[in-house]
C-alpha cells in the first residue's frame, strides 16, 4: 500500500511540474529519484523476421544479392535512381584479400553521392576488423567470431557510413574464395549488428569480372573522399539480431532435444532444425586419421606446423553441401552465385526445404558464410551461423590419454560424442594443446560473447542526461 501511495505521489508532483514549466532552472529542485529514466525499445528479431527471398530474377533485387546491370542504374544518376526507403549516400566497399596489384574501381562520384572505398589485407589481416574477432564464449577462445560492437563502429566512423539511410554495397574485388567469402563475412557481421537487409547489397560477380565484362564503368584510381554521417554507432539502431548467431550451447541442446541444463540457450523452434556443413567432402566423412582439417591459425603443435584438429567428422545428422557448389563455378573469370532455382533444387536434394530452420558451419565460420547467405537472403529460410564452427567444435573432444586436452570425461560440452564419421588425428604431434580449468569444463553457458553483445545494443544507446553531484534532477521540461 505504501509502494501504490508513493507512486501517486511522484506522479501528482511531476504532473505538476510539467503543467506548469516555464523555466528549466525552475526545476533543478527535482531529486534524483524522480529522474524520468525510459528505457530504450529494442526489437528483437527471430530467425524468421531475418530471412529474405530473393526474386527469381536477381536483376529485380534492389538490396541483398544485385546485379551489375542494378548497381550500373544506381551510379548513373543515384541521386534520382535510388531504391525507395533510402535517403542517403551509396557506398561501395571492394573487398581484396591479398592485395592485388593494378586494381580496377568501380566508378564513383562522391559529389552525386556515390563513394567507393577499397579494403585490402592490411586491414582484412588485422586482429579485430569487421570481418572476424577472436572472442571468447566463456569456455575457449574462437577465431572469426562475429566482432564486437566497437568494432563495427569504428569502421562505419572511419568511412561515415549511416547506417540507417545509406545503401552499402559489397564487392568481392576479385573472383576468389577469400575475397567472396570476406564479403559475406562483412555482410552477416553488419546484419549481426542491426543494420537493416534493405541497408545492404551484395554484388553477383567480381568488380574486376564485372569491369572487364563491360557491365561496369571504372576508375584508375581508388577514391579517398569521404562523406558525412549523423549515425555511425550501431547501437541507435535499437535492433537485437543477436539470433544469428548459434552459440555451441544452442547446437548441443538441439542435438540433445533439449536434455541439458545449459543456460540461456535458444529455444528449439518447433519445425527443428537442421544443420549444414559447407566444408569439403573429405572433411565432411574423412577417409583416414591423417587430420584434414587444419587447426586454429593461432594455436602451435608439437610438429611445429601443419596441425591439425583433434578430430574429423561432422556435427550429429548434419547435411553436406561444399560451399564451392552453390556457385556457377569456382574459376578466375566467375564465382557468381547459381539461379535461385538451382539453389532450391541443391538444398532439395540434401534434405533442406526451408520447413525447418537452418544453422551453418565451416571450418571457421568464413566459408559457410555463402551458404548462410544463400539460405538466408537468396532462398528465405531462417538461418542462423553456428560461429564457433568446426574449430571450436573440435577442440573439445575427450582425450581418454590426456595428450592434447585435459577435458574431464564428465563435461557436459565433450563433442566427440556428438559427432558423426569421427575420426581421431592419428598423429598427436599435429595437435595444439588444450587446457581447461574445472569451472571452465563444467561452465552453465557459452553465451558470454553474445550477452556481451546484448549489453553493448542496449548500454550505448541514448539515456537522459543525469543531475548533478548535488543530486538535483535533469530538465523535466526537455528544454
Known amino acids: 500500500m505504501n509502494q501504490y501511495i508513493r507512486s501517486i505521489s511522484i506522479f501528482l508532483i511531476l504532473s505538476a511540474v510539467l503543467t506548469h514549466c516555464k523555466n528549466p532552472k525552475d526545476y533543478n529542485f527535482l531529486p534524483a529519484l524522480l529522474k524520468l529514466k525510459v528505457p530504450p525499445a529494442i526489437k528483437v528479431n527471430s530467425a524468421e523476421e531475418l530471412a529474405n527471398a530473393s526474386s527469381e530474377d536477381y536483376n529485380e533485387n534492389r538490396f541483398g544479392l544485385i546485379t551489375a546491370s542494378t548497381l550500373n542504374y544506381w551510379l548513373s544518376n543515384w541521386n534520382v535512381q535510388k531504391p525507395a526507403g533510402i535517403t542517403g549516400k551509396l557506398i561501395l566497399f571492394q573487398i581484396d584479400s591479398n592485395s592485388t596489384a593494378n586494381h580496377q574501381f568501380i566508378y564513383v562520384n562522391p559529389y552525386r553521392g556515390v563513394f567507393g572505398y577499397l579494403i585490402d589485407s592490411g586491414y582484412l589481416n588485422g586482429s579485430s576488423t569487421i570481418f572476424g574477432q577472436t572472442r571468447t564464449n ?42 567472396l567469402t570476406y564479403t559475406l563475412r562483412a555482410n552477416y557481421a553488419l546484419r549481426y549488428w542491426g543494420v537493416s537487409n534493405r541497408n545492404i547489397a551484395v554484388l553477383n560477380g ?26 555511425t554507432s550501431v547501437s541507435s539502431l535499437l535492433t537485437d539480431n543477436t539470433i544469428l548467431q548459434a552459440t555451441l550451447g544452442d547446437v548441443i541442446h538441439i542435438i540433445k532435444n533439449g536434455n541439458t541444463n545449459f543456460q540461456k540457450v535458444t529455444p528449439i523452434p518447433a519445425q527443428g532444425v537442421v544443420f549444414l556443413d559447407n566444408r569439403s567432402s573429405t572433411e565432411f566423412t574423412p577417409p583416414n586419421q591423417n587430420g584434414q582439417t587444419d587447426a586454429p591459425s593461432g594455436k602451435t603443435c608439437s610438429a611445429g606446423s601443419g596441425c591439425k584438429t583433434p578430430i574429423d567428422g561432422h556435427i550429429r545428422n548434419a547435411a553436406n553441401i561444399p560451399w564451392n557448389q552453390l556457385l556457377v563455378n569456382t574459376g578466375a573469370s566467375n564465382y557468381r552465385f547459381k539461379t535461385k532455382v538451382e539453389l532450391t533444387q541443391l538444398f532439395s536434394d540434401a534434405g533442406i526445404s526451408g520447413n ?67 575420426t581421431f588425428t592419428s598423429n598427436t604431434n599435429l595437435i595444439p594443446r588444450y587446457s581447461f580449468t574445472t569451472t571452465s569444463a563444467f ?30 534532477g535533469g530538465n523535466a521540461c526537455g528544454g
Open 443 to 472: 561452465a552453465v553457458s557459452s553465451n558470454q560473447a553474445i550477452d556481451n553483445d546484448k549489453d553493448y545494443i542496449r548500454g550505448n544507446a541514448p539515456t537522459p542526461v543525469s543531475g548533478g553531484a548535488s543530486g538535483g
Open 206 to 231: 567480381s568488380a574486376k569480372q564485372n569491369i572487364d565484362e563491360s557491365l561496369l564503368p571504372s576508375l584508375a584510381a581508388k577514391n579517398t573522399d569521404l562523406g558525412t554521417a549523423e549515425i
Open 138 to 179: 566463456g569456455l575457449i577462445e574462437s577465431e572469426m567470431i562475429v566482432p564486437e560492437g566497437k568494432v563495427i563502429d569504428s569502421f562505419l566512423s572511419a568511412y561515415k557510413v549511416d547506417p540507417k539511410n545509406d545503401l552499402i554495397v559489397l564487392v568481392p574485388n576479385t573472383s576468389t574464395e577469400k575475397d
Open 356 to 422: 525447418k530452420h537452418v544453422i551453418t558451419y565451416s571450418r571457421n565460420a568464413t566459408n559457410d558464410m555463402i551458404a548462410f547467405f544463400v539460405s538466408n537472403a537468396i532462398l528465405g529460410y531462417p538461418t542462423r551461423v553456428y560461429n564457433g564452427s568446426w574449430l571450436e567444435w573440435s577442440s573439445l573432444a575427450y582425450d581418454e590419454a590426456r595428450v592434447w586436452t585435459n577435458l574431464n570425461f564428465g563435461s557436459p560440452w565433450r563433442t566427440d560424442q556428438l559427432t558423426d564419421s569421427l
